[in-house]
């Protein structure tokens, strides 16, 4: 099963601890208000990116067949729609940097300010992994 968790706290994997920078809050915008809100970003990420996730944490369960964990991710959309600065950490190595390759290619509808002009927004939003 994997959890796209928008609040809450996140535990480290059962495999591979390793010292980890702290993880911003779960669930922060980091940049002022935009069109874009955390919930239409996870509603996306469900919907569309979800499948590259899964894809990301299977090659861990291949080895590890009870890592349960959150990965925190972290990105910039900029005017465009398009994820940049995309980071995921907090998990085993090998599934932040499978995440954090595919956050590269994450779109989303354009944040505009309260103008109506495009600008950027940036999130910080747990992702809850543990096998199905």
């Not at 480290?12 to 010292?19: G, K, L, T």
């Amino acid at each position: 099963m994997l959890v796209l968790a928008g609040c809450g706290g996140h535990a480290q994997p059962e495999v591979a601890p390793a010292a980890k920078p702290p993880a911003p809050p779960p669930t922060e915008v980091l940049v002022g208000p935009t069109t874009l809100s955390p919930d239409v970003v996870l509603a996306k990420i469900r919907t569309d990116y979800m499948g590259g996730v899964k894809r990301c944490y299977s090659v861990l369960l291949k080895n590890h067949g009870a890592a349960r964990g959150s990965v925190m991710i972290t990105f910039t959309v900029d005017p465009a729609g398009v994820a940049q600065h995309g980071e995921a950490h907090g998990f085993a190595d090998l599934v932040d940097h499978c995440i954090t390759t595919q956050i590269a290619s994450w779109k989303f509808p354009v944040p505009k300010d309260q103008t109506g002009t495009p600008t950027e927004a940036s999130f910080a939003l747990p992702l809850h992994l543990e096998p199905e």
